[in-house]
Every structure is written in structure tokens, then in C-alpha cells.
């Protein structure tokens, strides 16, 4: 087994997070070289770690013993970083985002496809826990066909960091956080979308978005709410889901949650009313107890290699990927489609 020997271009956030906690994952095929930053203070940190500095992009892209490149640097520069590391030879990961736009992707795309390299984009959250439960109930049904997603995630924080505040740098939510869970949504529903209707939020001032509402409608007649917010000081759960035999909630990232799944429909008595504010109802009763039973999330792991596993035998292997371009692509159409969408509601 020959490791596949990388350089990471930008040792910020995402760069030291790729080279500190998910290539170690596997060691026997995936080697870290060395890195290029464009700030000193980070190079002379990642020098600490024992890795090679190099002084400049062009270094890495002339460096023979460099198979693949990592791009961790803000989003819009990745179109050109990636394009020049595939004409110099080298496979490339490049992190979410994947480019500014459909057609700087299809660029990309098409300097990959003429150099027979291997461009693949960090989809990470595929392999969340959570999301492998969700997948896990809407491929197997335990609480019926998933008729209505809501998948969401929330904090107070507001937008982080420096760029990410600033159009031009492809800052905003929907770039950020809109990417991973419209990368799960579609990953998860194989059907065509129909209809999509989206509100983009600018309460906190900046010129990019602080957070988003979709509401997405597919042919196969699978409704999702994908929500993120940076101004949420109580959260709603991260996954809110509703099937034909039942209701499963995940709370947050511990897996705290569970799912209600209606009984024999036999047993079930009729409703007593109960006081609703200052009158009487049925319909918002409580089932009984006949009615439903409780049971604990399921314990699921991925059936799909790890990225990084799956990036070598890519390479090595020529296996399928794990995430794939045409997928890729069609999460940044329907980016497009949502701040297209938004702007007809200002």
C-alpha cells in the first residue's frame, strides 16, 4: 500500500482540523507533507508539527513527490486554486463550498475531466451520526414513509470569523451551513424537486446572509424545512420527522431523541377532549396509551467508507466516490434557486 502524498493549502480552521483529526484516520494512505498559508503566524505553527513550509502555491504545485492537494482556504478562491493544482498534475479535495457558483464547478469540472484527475469535494456531513439515523428511517421506514423533514441547526453566535462576513469571499449561512444540509437532503431523498421557496435573513446587519429558511418539495411527494440561524437563543431539534406510522425527533449532535410509532390501530380508543385555553378539544388530545409506543433512535453507523478511505481507493482503486460531482453539482443549483427565490420576497 503507497500512501498518497498530500500538501494542504490553508492550515487555518478547516486546514488543521483535515491534518490534525480525520487524515490520522488513515495513516497507511494518506500522508501530510507539508502546507502553504499565507499568513506567517499559521505557517510557524504548522512548522511545530514538523511538516514542510512551503513559501509559495507555485512550490507545492512543482513539487514532483505531491500526488493531491487539500484546499482550505476561503471560498472564492477555490475555482482557481483547484483548476491550476489539476493542470499541474495533482488530485485535489477541496472543501465545502465547493466554488462560488454552478459555473465556476463546471470550470473545475472540466479541467478534471481533461487531465483524468480525481476532484473531490469534503461533503463531511454525510457522515454525521445524526444524519445516519435520519437516512437509516427513511430507507428502512420504521416510522413509515418520511412524508415531511425538518432538519435545522441554530445558535446565537451570530456569523463567525473574519471573510465569512463579506460577500465577495462567498460568506453568509447558505454557503456555510446551507451547503451541508442541502448536501444531506438530496443525498437522502432520490427524487426530482419540484417546487422550492425560500427567506434569507440579514437581522444582524451584514451584507451576507445570517440565515435561511427553505421549504422544498419533491415529485415523489417528500416535503423538507431546512433552516439554519446564528440569532436562535432557544434551538429547535436538529431533525423533526414525520412518517405515515409515526414521529422521530433528534434533539441535537449527543442523539438525544426518540420515536413515537402508532400501535394497532385496532386498540386505539377514540380521544377524551381536553381543556385547550379557555375551550375544549380532541383533535389536540394526546393518543393513549394503547395507541403509540416509544423506542430509542437506532444505532447506525455508515455503509460507505470513510472520505478519506474512500479518496484513495478513488485513486488507487478507481472506485466509485462517496460523493460525487453530478451530487455536488445539484446541491449548487439549488443554492442558486434559493437566493433566487429570496430575492423576489424583498
Known amino acids: 500500500m503507497t500512501a498518497i502524498n498530500f500538501a494542504v493549502i490553508g492550515y487555518g480552521g478547516m486546514g488543521s482540523y483535515h491534518i490534525h483529526n480525520i487524515m490520522p484516520n ?14 506567517e503566524e499559521r505557517q510557524a505553527i504548522s512548522s511545530q508539527h514538523n511538516h514542510k ?46 466554488t462560488m457558483n454552478v459555473a465556476e464547478l463546471d470550470e473545475v ?94 437581522i444582524l446587519g451584514d451584507e451576507v446572509d445570517d440565515g435561511f ?26 431533525w423533526y420527522l414525520k412518517g405515515t406510522k409515526g414521529t422521530g425527533v433528534i434533539h441535537d449532535w449527543d442523539l438525544s431523541g426518540e420515536l413515537v410509532i402508532e400501535s394497532d390501530k385496532q386498540a386505539i380508543q377514540a380521544p377524551e377532549p381536553i381543556q385547550a385555553g379557555v375551550g375544549l378539544t380532541k383533535t389536540m388530545a394526546p393518543p393513549s396509551e394503547e395507541a403509540t409506543e416509544t423506542k430509542k433512535l437506532p444505532n447506525v453507523s455508515a455503509e460507505y467508507d470513510p472520505f478519506y478511505k474512500n479518496f484513495y481507493k478513488v485513486v488507487r482503486e478507481q472506485a466509485e466516490p462517496v460523493v460525487k460531482n453530478e451530487e455536488v453539482r445539484k446541491v449548487m443549483i439549488l443554492i442558486e434557486e434559493i437566493f433566487e427565490t429570496a430575492k423576489k420576497l424583498k
Open 213 to 238: 429558511i427553505a421549504y422544498i418539495i419533491f415529485e415523489n411527494g417528500s416535503r423538507a424545512i431546512i433552516e439554519v440561524g446564528t440569532t436562535n437563543y432557544i434551538k429547535l431539534p436538529r
Open 26 to 39: 488513515e495513516n497507511e494512505r494518506i500522508h501530510v507533507v507539508g502546507t502553504y498559508d499565507h499568513s
Open 109 to 202: 469540472l472540466k479541467v478534471a475531466k481533461e487531465t483524468g484527475l480525481t476532484f473531490m469535494v469534503h461533503q463531511n456531513r454525510r457522515w454525521d451520526p445524526d444524519f445516519l439515523i435520519t437516512r437509516e428511517l427513511y430507507k428502512n421506514q420504521q416510522i413509515g414513509e418520511l412524508f415531511q423533514i425538518e432538519s435545522r441547526v441554530q445558535g446565537a453566535n451570530g456569523i463567525p470569523g473574519d471573510w465569512r462576513h463579506e460577500l465577495k469571499h462567498g460568506g453568509g449561512m447558505l454557503l456555510d451551513w446551507g451547503v451541508h444540509l442541502l448536501d444531506q437532503l438530496l443525498f437522502l431523498v432520490d427524487s426530482r424537486i419540484v417546487k422550492v421557496l425560500a427567506d434569507l435573513s440579514y
Open 53 to 98: 513550509i512551503y513559501s509559495s502555491l507555485e512550490d507545492i504545485l512543482q513539487d514532483q513527490t505531491i500526488e493531491a492537494v487539500l484546499i482550505a482556504t476561503p471560498n472564492d478562491s477555490h475555482k482557481e486554486l483547484a483548476i491550476q493544482a489539476l493542470k499541474s498534475g495533482k488530485h485535489v479535495v477541496c472543501e465545502k463550498p465547493v
